[in-house]
């Protein structure tokens, strides 16, 4: 969940002696233009249907049992929807899909779930699906301090 910030951090310093400093990009380097930001972020808002609908289906495969493969690919895509959410500016959309995957991990080793939990992850999967397209649809927006 902290890794755009981690990165953000590791990037722009350099461990000395004295503690951390800040380091000019390289010479190559270019920040991309705000309308290529933007555009990137309208893809992401704009592919998000296609990602939770495969969260939905590979939900029902492990749920109906047919897949047994679904508890692990189920896993993966929570995982890259959490740390989607949260790098694009999704911070709910991030945890909740982050809470579901962790919700998950203890089943990953015999790839099935108990019926026990299949209503909590359900319910999980309706935060996610809510956040995807309910009061998280407002990006918050890094500032401009943030993306340099």
Same mark, same amino acid.
């Given at each position: 969940?902290?890794?755009? !910030?981690?990165?953000? *951090? ?50 029902? $495969?492990?749920? %109906? ?7 692990? !690919?189920?896993?993966?895509? =929570? ?6 959410? *949260? ?9 909740? %899909? $982050? ?8 089943? =990953? ?19 996610? $699906? ?15 301090? !943030?993306?340099?």
């Amino acid at each position: 969940m902290t890794l755009s !910030a981690q990165i953000s *951090e590791s990037w722009g310093r350099r461990p000395n002696a004295e503690g951390p400093s800040v380091e000019p990009p390289p010479a190559d380097f270019a920040q991309p233009p705000a309308d290529e930001l933007e555009e990137l972020y309208e893809r992401y808002v704009a592919e998000l249907p296609a990602v939770v609908g495969r969260i939905e289906g590979l939900w029902m $495969k492990l749920v %109906a049992g047919s897949d047994p493969s679904a508890v692990a !690919a189920l896993h993966r895509a =929570l995982h890259s929807l959490a740390g989607s959410g *949260e790098t694009f500016g999704y911070p709910q959309l991030g945890s909740s %899909a $982050k809470a579901m995957e962790l919700a998950l991990d203890p089943f =990953l080793h015999d790839a099935v779930v108990p019926a026990a939990v299949i209503e909590p992850l359900s319910s999980m999967l309706d935060t996610v $699906k809510q956040a995807a397209g309910g009061a998280d649809a407002v990006r918050r927006v890094p500032s401009e301090s !943030a993306r340099e």
